[in-house]
């Protein structure tokens, strides 16, 4: 179990019950995942994370989807078990297909070789791409 | 300078030369920047690298943009200096707005945030996230 | 199992048992983690880990827990399983309470969010910042 | 220079100025890095990551001085240039000692260490550090 | 499973059954490892991705145990789990002994302890490593 | 300059300069790097990272190449720049040719691209990868 265990909606305080709420409802689900559940134990980081998460990933210049996949690329870039498979989820449930997600992590494998190869031979940046 | 140094069109072999012509054609562009001029030293890596690259970052399921834009994530949470300057500049290029930019390194920051926070409180996957 | 498997106090040698012996002293306990029964296969290794780890974790201008909830911040941060939880307990022996662990764990998601803002921004060092 | 470049305090929007003004006050200083700036074509993400490092910045369970080392720590770990220069001087600013420094350093550097060492022998976490 | 799930030869189109022969054939062996066969969902990743690394770990200026080792070195400081077990066993084949896995994973640690120093104190390069 | 500077010979106490004799000795040079330079105020991290590195990178089951050339394909991976730029110079001096460089380099982005795969993909571990 998480290292300071998961808070269920049951036990919850009244503050965390409305943080549950407004993530239920923000993603028309019924259920809490684990990660909300550990932070749960510091209302002040749940709350904190979970207004950031809503903000961040409500669509604007990007869909709500290409934000998925976005999160799940940096997910699978840093190789984080728990936030693969959530962020897999989320990205299929916003409307990723498995061509989607192949695509998507032959783009991350690539970038991951190529950003090695660019440090590795100590490439410079070209005049063309400063920013003025 | 880059470690081996950099190999000018004017300098490079005809198999190089090739190489270069048709990074140049696909990109509809006339220039060739540091990252190919550095791998030219080794042909065989040059020409790998750039027919994944060709491949990978060709519209299919997920649009030209999409792909840049992911590129471009992947390239801010590694920190790779070189690899960002690069990929801002493609990303343009395809159609990513100052908007659009925000909102990635929004989608950026929170994704490195977030990962360190599952592994850290050491959160479970949950049943449901799992794959049948 | 590890990769070279576990060596347990029994079948030590005495060079491995004199370091164990060491360990248990230093952070009076009665056993051997993992970690240390892995690296036994190499004993150069194994003193040479130890004797850092212990010159390194010792009270000086940074007391114990101080040191102890930084080498838990920079693990969570890597996303070392096992390293985040013999740490987690490391710390908490030395003292972390709950509260501390989830203001460090505050600090460490937000500083991996910061880090990747100022380089997908590519923000210039400021001169202030800039050693004489 | 930055991506989208730098907003001054004078060219900035009433709205980037409230929030410069919250830095300076709470930092007791008189003078804007460069982070904000370059973030202030985003005011919604100037926002959000002042308010959160506010928050989490802020003494609680953990000093300040302590807050701001830890800062550090993760920034070198993740070799953020930017972010290794400006908390370097914030946590000097919080009283922090070149000694103080110095010991830091060896704990991010051990950690590092033997973050690999536990994961490339493929340790597995002992029961008695799995939390309950 | 694997997000996709895997695909056995026996299921596998001829295509991705091509594929699998030539890896058992280069490889010398009569089985196919998980990766690939999470990879054969998308055929075009499967071979770009086979043909790739059969290239870059045929024996040229460098041999294919130093080859493997670099892998396996690369695979325990990114902390990939399934790549430090799979690579482990492919270095062991090619000829990897204890004591080279020994040295190899001391070697993996030193590096990743002196490059944080070296980031962290922000050390300049010396002239000396300049390429001309 | 770096965080603390830089303590030349002339300025050295006596602890110091035997450090640094041994260090021009072993590696039958006249001159010291920045990196031991910076380490120098703090002359129980130099003494402990110099006899680390002194004795890790000694011939022993692998060559000195072999580990110089890990040595730098960690560095790359971890895209210190500091680190590549010297120990690209070592690999140099220890024997590595432009061809080995160019291999190395090769190695180090497929072991990036592949670790993102496999993680991506939440491939597990096959059951004969396991250790017994």
Known sequence: MATLGFIDYEQATPEVRAIYDDIMATRQTDWINNFWKALAHDPATLRRTWQSVKAIMAPGA???????????????????????????????????????????????????????????????????????
């Open 62 to 132: 990007l869909d709500a989807l290409t934000k998925e996949m976005m999160y799940l690329a940096v997910s699978a870039s840093n190789q984080c078990g728990y936030c693969i498979a959530s962020h897999t989820a989320a990205a299929r449930k916003a409307g990723m297909t498995d061509a989607m997600f192949a695509e998507l992590m032959a783009v991350v494998g690539m970038a991951n070789e190529s950003n090695r190869l660019a440090s590795g031979y100590q490439v410079e940046i070209d005049e063309r791409f400063k920013t003025p």
